[in-house]
């Protein structure tokens, strides 16, 4: 009897906790009205907006940028389409299921697709780090828009080269929308993802949590490297003409860089107001040899984005 009870008060404050986190987290359940199940991979779109969030496996969709009164159109396969007014108090979202009018019907899923944007390679050993000057620097690579990503509209995943000489070095990552001159404007998602790399070269895969289709106009993928002691790297080095030895201190990690046909990035030191467009350099110009893998080319940093349907 006893255990029974435990069970039953050990599930009720599961239960609490489970709702503490979802409201913390500005979350709302899609559910069946007829049986209160959830919705996986339901559907929000702003209204009058192209901004789309999908529900998880458990029916749960994490909200940003979404301001109150706006309108939500939510749908799903089989569910009838409702239109609902966001407000802080919207926590579950219920929708009624449609019944089909025909004899037979025959549902194939579609065939899963992806697409990878953007360069992304290892044999890159140039990066962009901060120094000791500075709390902050933004480094932002352009992804223009072509028609064929209307076949994988989704962004679903990033990924962001690295290299760092201590263990657990953090940066942060995020989209930014085009301002009137095509610089980078405001963020996207509300909240920075926080991402903790490892030593050396690192891949860091980061999936994200709320899925959005990819802009028409395009859009900025801007890395944050953060001035902070648990990134700090302190290392000591010796000129070419001098065996004397420096003290130098860098913050971990620093952005990889991978040579392109085309293309450019911009820059954002602390907090100043304006980005500045990363000037393109080549090792020739300061007496030093230039490799074949990055002569007469452009360097971008090393992003990738991950599109699905």
Known sequence: MKADKMKTILSFILSVFCLLSLTAQNAVVVRNSENNQPIPFAHLQIKNSKKVLASNQSGVVYLSGIKIGQDLVVSSLGFKTITVSYSPKLKVIQLEPQAFGLKEVIIK???????IVGEHRRKSNRSFTLGEIGKELKIARYFNFIEKYNETPFIKQLNVMTRSDIWRSEFEVNFFDLDSILCPS???LE?????????????????????????????YVVVKLINKESNRHDYKYTMSDSRKKYKGVTFEPSLCLVPVEDGEYYTKLGSRKYWRQALQWNRNDYGLEESNYYKGKDVVPAIELILSN
């Open 109 to 115: 899923p579609e065939k899963r697709k992806e697409r």
């Open 186 to 188: 405001k963020p996207i």
């Open 191 to 219: 909240e920075w993802i926080l991402v903790k790399t490892r030593l050396g070269k690192t891949k860091n895969r980061i999936k994200l949590d709320t899925i959005f289709s990819f802009p028409k106009e395009g859009l």
